[in-house]
């Protein structure tokens, strides 16, 4: 009878295969139903672009052949004090592994670009896991850090393939504008495209080794920051949790998922229509809420509600309105909205919720330099300079906004759009795409409005005859 010893390195080795062969075995069962399950019309997507309000863009760059420019690339960036992210291949790392290391160490990301550059649409499950396991093993072992986001070769997907990579823990990433740099045109062509078609939560693509991209880099980062955007790594652009992707491959975050507990009715859909527009709207256009609707006031609030919101508001009573707007008036004056929505509701992280860059900020969401972290406290009681304090700004009057406000953004409502009044709520896509929703700061304790007393003065005291009746 013959007798084995299995040292503890081996069995070790042996329970490692074995878990890895698990999660790849799940990872192909989950690809396969859910290509099963996922039809033609209901085509999986990566993400094309993120939709953002704060001038984030994402430049990245497909490496997969030689790296002639990669100093001067990395040289434009550092001029420009752009972040940018590069796509490697595995071939890439085994060749030019010092690149990937300049790149890394400049304070850029390394996505996963697949290793052989393979054309991965209708590619066997099993071959396109380890093909991508080859690449990111190949990044980790030069930048010590595992990719995050996955680029496809071509820019070619099924199914199957997004459902695998996502198994994989990435996300993959496509782009919304293409810079054709890859055909070789003018520089000046590329820098026409580009600019025409950025907006904010873009992703650009180019690639590396090219001339005309190195010419075109210059003038294009100079144009870019002059309009304001804010060149970004994609994994600081784009939502990792609670969101969803159109179908144009825009990926959305969900307001109401991370909304925090504030008890403005007790009606849950309305509770959480009032917190959105504390999260979107400025206190001014609070108050400009509860005067009646405006075209302008219409295109601004219209895009923040679902129709599963706007219904609610529509079949509350005066008085579930009345209570919600009045309560809604109070936390936004005590809390602060818009930007500022949270500053005072636990938040103890130092971030600023307004710029969503998850980067500590000392002024925690104020931007007054003489008063870090304090939106209470005025630093100079006197700003005239007349020894007397400055005069109190008095809210608005509340006129009923409610069923007359809403009944405005009906579908039959001037059908022709001549006067700009919205005319299809949420729906439109002309004023969808004008607005864009930032993730809400997160709370997980539960604030309770407190009663306006007689000694209290705010805009939610002053109620219109309107309400009462």
Same mark, same amino acid.
């Given at each position: 009878?013959?007798?084995?010893?299995?040292?503890?390195?081996?069995?070790?080795?042996?329970?490692?295969?074995?878990?890895? @062969?698990?999660? !790849?075995?799940?990872?192909?069962?989950?690809?396969?139903?859910?290509?099963?399950?996922?039809?033609?019309?209901?085509?999986?997507? &990566?993400?094309?672009?993120?939709?953002?309000?704060?001038?984030? =863009?994402?430049?990245?760059?497909?490496?997969?052949?030689?790296?002639?420019?990669?100093?001067?690339?990395?040289? /434009?960036?550092?001029?420009?004090?752009?972040?940018?992210?590069?796509? #490697?291949?595995?071939?890439?790392?085994?060749?030019?592994?010092?690149?990937?290391?300049?790149?890394?160490?400049?304070?850029?990301?390394?996505?996963?670009?697949?290793?052989?550059?393979?054309? #991965?649409?209708?590619?066997?499950?099993?071959?396109?896991?380890?093909?991508?396991?080859?690449?990111?093993?190949?990044?980790?072992?030069?930048?010590?850090?595992?990719?995050?986001?996955?680029?496809?070769?071509?820019?070619?997907?099924?199914?199957? @393939?997004?459902?695998?990579?996502?198994?994989?823990?990435?996300?993959?990433?496509?782009?919304?504008?293409?810079? =054709?740099?890859?055909?070789? &045109?003018?520089?000046?062509?590329?820098?026409?495209?580009?600019?025409?078609?950025?907006?904010?939560?873009?992703?650009?693509?180019?690639?590396?080794?090219?001339?005309?991209?190195?010419?075109?880099?210059?003038?294009?980062?100079?144009?870019?920051?002059?309009?304001?955007?804010?060149?970004?790594?994609?994994?600081?652009? @784009?939502?990792?949790?609670?969101?969803?992707?159109?179908?144009?491959?825009?990926? !959305?975050?969900?307001?109401?998922?991370?909304?925090?507990?504030?008890?403005?009715?007790?009606?849950?859909?309305?509770?959480?229509?009032?917190?959105?527009?504390?999260?979107?709207?400025?206190?001014?256009?609070?108050?400009?809420?509860?005067?009646?609707?405006?075209?302008?006031? /219409?295109?601004?609030?219209?895009?923040?509600?679902?129709?599963?919101?706007?219904?609610? @508001?529509?079949?509350?009573?005066?008085?579930?309105?009345?209570?919600?707007?009045?309560?809604? !008036?109070?936390?936004?004056?005590?809390?602060?909205?818009?930007?500022?929505?949270?500053?005072?509701?636990?938040?103890?992280?130092?971030?600023?919720?307004?710029?969503?860059?998850?980067?500590?900020?000392?002024?925690?969401?104020?931007?007054? &330099?003489?008063?870090?972290?304090?939106?209470?406290?005025?630093?100079?009681?006197? +700003?005239?300079?007349?020894?007397?304090?400055?005069?109190?700004?008095?809210?608005?009057?509340?006129?009923?906004?409610?069923?007359?406000?809403?009944?405005?953004?009906?579908?039959?409502?001037?059908?022709?759009?001549?006067?700009?009044? #919205?005319?299809?709520?949420?729906?439109?896509?002309?004023?969808?795409?004008?607005?864009?929703?930032?993730? +809400?700061?997160?709370?997980?304790?539960?604030?309770?409005? &407190?009663?306006?007393?007689?000694?209290?003065?705010?805009?939610?005291?002053? !109620?219109?005859?309107?309400?009462?009746?």
């Amino acid at each position: 009878m013959l007798t084995y010893t299995v040292s503890k390195k081996k069995l070790l080795r042996m329970a490692v295969i074995a878990l890895s @062969v698990l999660v !790849i075995a799940g990872i192909i069962i989950m690809a396969v139903m859910s290509s099963m399950k996922v039809s033609a019309a209901d085509k999986k997507l &990566p993400i094309y672009a993120v939709s953002r309000s704060d001038n984030k =863009i994402a430049l990245t760059f497909d490496c997969a052949w030689g790296n002639s420019n990669t100093d001067l690339l990395l040289g /434009l960036l550092k001029d420009a004090g752009a972040k940018a992210t590069f796509f #490697v291949t595995g071939e890439f790392c085994d060749k030019y592994p010092e690149d990937v290391k300049k790149m890394y160490n400049a304070g850029h990301e390394i996505g996963n670009h697949s290793d052989l550059h393979p054309h #991965v649409e209708g590619m066997n499950i099993n071959a396109l896991i380890e093909d991508t396991r080859k690449c990111s093993q190949k990044i980790k072992m030069i930048t010590g850090e595992e990719p995050k986001i996955y680029r496809a070769p071509y820019g070619e997907y099924d199914n199957n @393939v997004v459902t695998t990579i996502e198994g994989m823990g990435m996300k993959m990433i496509q782009w919304s504008v293409d810079s =054709i740099d890859w055909k070789e &045109p003018e520089p000046e062509t590329i820098i026409k495209r580009i600019e025409k078609d950025t907006v904010s939560g873009s992703i650009l693509l180019f690639h590396n080794d090219l001339e005309n991209t190195s010419l075109a880099l210059p003038q294009l980062l100079t144009d870019l920051k002059q309009k304001g955007f804010v060149f970004s790594t994609v994994s600081d652009t @784009v939502y990792y949790d609670s969101y969803h992707i159109d179908h144009s491959g825009l990926q !959305i975050f969900d307001v109401t998922a991370l909304l925090p507990t504030v008890k403005y009715s007790d009606n849950e859909l309305l509770n959480e229509t009032m917190e959105i527009f504390r999260q979107n709207l400025t206190l001014e256009e609070i108050y400009a809420l509860t005067e009646g609707a405006t075209p302008e006031l /219409l295109e601004r609030t219209a895009p923040l509600l679902d129709d599963t919101h706007k219904a609610a @508001v529509e079949a509350a009573s005066f008085e579930e309105l009345r209570e919600a707007v009045q309560n809604l !008036i109070t936390v936004a004056e005590r809390e602060g909205a818009g930007d500022n929505a949270g500053d005072n509701l636990g938040d103890n992280q130092g971030d600023n919720p307004g710029n969503n860059d998850g980067n500590q900020d000392p002024s925690a969401g104020n931007n007054d &330099p003489q008063d870090p972290g304090n939106n209470d406290t005025p630093v100079n009681p006197d +700003p005239d300079g007349n020894g007397e304090p400055p005069a109190e700004t008095t809210a608005p009057q509340i006129v009923s906004p409610g069923i007359d406000y809403f009944a405005t953004t009906t579908p039959d409502r001037d059908p022709a759009d001549k006067d700009g009044m #919205v005319n299809s709520g949420a729906g439109s896509a002309a004023n969808t795409a004008a607005v864009t929703t930032e993730p +809400p700061v997160t709370t997980t304790e539960e604030t309770t409005v &407190p009663e306006t007393t007689p000694a209290e003065t705010s805009a939610a005291e002053k !109620i219109s005859p309107i309400w009462q009746k």
